[in-house]
């Protein structure tokens, strides 16, 4: 059966296709790694890159490298996988954020490494001279010292660690273009793993986690938690250098700008806001349902290039229902939250056939 | 005359600006030359990176857009220039 009818089917809430409803959502769950490699033939995703026979499934193979504060990518390897700490904290962060991240991927959602297919983790530290930034450079994360006044190192934050390395799994699955709307979804996905890559680190439950991204990394001469908060979008710094932060946490605060690439910093708040209130009305760990229903939308296959909110709520819609049930609590958490930051999930919004 | 560099995106997604009023500089008409030999024209579109920055140059009737990556050579040296008149970040 083609997966839009398995999909039509797995929604129907009449109890007399009940039986025929289970199946459809069974049949989503069993047949997911197809669909997903079917998604990925089909869209501009990067296929898997092969590594060594042999290898353990769920394994991560971590390098560390240290650029020496110039500019040239990988820079010097200063720490492979098994070898001890170092005296530089931040090779230490690099490796240990990494291995925090594959633990959550992998032994939560089975997703082995960036590609799936056990991608060794690259990372490199000390990039430039005071940069304040932290990338993925569709081979590896890079990481810069912060210039000292504003920013400090950006291996400080578990979250801005794990961020990098979803933009990673992005690449490699959905392949959400990196502007406009589609690239906010982009960027909500990184913080949203970020978040929960270091909630499960701390064993933190939805209620109890702080749901920033990248607390710590301001010095203490700033006036501001953190990059972004996702149970208060707008409201992570508040600064005289750097402003007031400028994230929106419903559509009515949609920013139209073409900085940014279309303000994919800014606006991914309102799926960030979104995601939160999903992960709080459901309770407990965030990882474990909200956080589900996320990653299958991801990797499952429901999204292209430019899926645009509408689009991206809906196929949230359609994971929670192939998961849980039409009508279940997970569904009814996931349709609440999109309403409350003002995305029409029924809305005519792209999303993969 | 004024040239206006903007920065947005990084990771931190925090947009910053930094100006210089030509006329006002100590060596204005270096800076006049500068800008006269900068390729304004042959900047052409990138594809958006992940958390990489995004600059904005205006220096009418001139305007460019670089992505983190181009901004190599004379452009690297404008940006540096403009920034080093502004003092912090």
């Known amino acids: 059966m083609p997966p839009y009818l398995l999909l039509r089917l797995a929604q129907v809430d009449d109890p007399r296709f009940a039986v025929a409803a289970e199946a459809a959502r069974t049949s989503l769950l069993r047949d997911q790694p197809v669909r997903e490699h079917r998604a990925l033939l089909s869209t501009t995703a990067r296929p898997p890159v092969h590594v060594a026979a042999g290898r353990l499934a769920g394994s991560v193979d971590r390098s560390i490298y240290d650029a020496g504060a110039l500019t040239r990518l990988p820079g010097r390897r200063v720490r492979t996988e098994g070898t001890p700490e170092l005296t530089d904290v931040a090779v230490n962060e690099a490796y240990d ?28 530290v000390h990039y430039g001279h005071e940069y304040d930034n932290a990338f993925w450079d569709g081979e590896r994360m890079v990481f810069g010292d912060g210039d000292g006044q504003v920013f400090t190192r950006f291996t400080v934050s578990l979250s801005v660690i794990a961020h990098e390395l979803t933009h990673g799994i992005t690449e490699f699955t959905a392949g959400l273009a990196y502007e406009a709307q589609s690239g906010a979804l982009n960027e909500s996905l990184s913080d949203v793993f970020g978040c929960l890559v270091e ?80 992960a709080t009305a459901l309770g407990g760990n965030a990882w474990e349902r909200a956080g589900r229903i996320w990653f299958d939308t991801l990797t499952g296959g429901l999204l292209h290039r430019h899926t645009d909110f509408a689009g991206f709520a809906r196929a949230t819609l359609t994971s929670a229902a192939a998961r849980y049930g039409t009508g279940s609590a997970e569904w ?11 995305v029409d999930s029924a809305a005519g919004g792209n999303i993969a056939a | 005359m004024k040239v206006i560099v903007s920065r947005s995106g990084g990771t931190a997604g925090i947009r910053l600006t930094w100006e210089v009023r030509v006329d006002e500089q100590v060596d204005a008409l270096n800076w006049a030359d500068f800008l006269g030999s900068l390729p304004w024209n ?23 857009v670089l992505a983190e990556p181009e901004v190599n050579g004379p452009w690297r040296d404008l940006i540096d220039r403009v920034q080093a008149a502004n003092g912090r970040m």
Request: glycine share 12%; proline share 6%; charged share 20%.
């Open chain 2, 42 to 64: 042959d900047v052409t579109d990138s594809e958006p990176l992940p958390d990489r920055y995004l600059y904005r140059i205006r220096c009418a009737p001139h305007e460019v």
């Open chain 1, 199 to 278: 909630q499960h680190a701390r064993g933190q439950s939805a209620v109890d986690a702080s749901w920033l991204i990248g607390e710590g990394l301001f010095t203490d001469q700033v006036q501001g938690l953190a990059l972004r908060s996702l149970r208060a979008p707008g409201s992570a710094y508040n600064d005289d250098v750097l402003g007031t932060d400028p994230q929106p946490d419903h559509m009515s605060g949609f920013v139209d700008t073409e900085d940014d690439n279309g303000g994919v910093h800014l606006n991914s708040g309102i799926p960030n806001r979104a995601f939160y209130l999903t």
């Open chain 1, 97 to 124: 954020g990494l291995g925090q991240t594959q633990a959550l991927f992998w032994t939560v959602f089975g997703r082995d490494s960036i590609d799936g297919s056990g991608l060794p983790l690259d990372a490199t």
């Open chain 1, 332 to 342: 009814t958490a996931v349709q609440s939250s999109w309403n409350r930051v003002g």
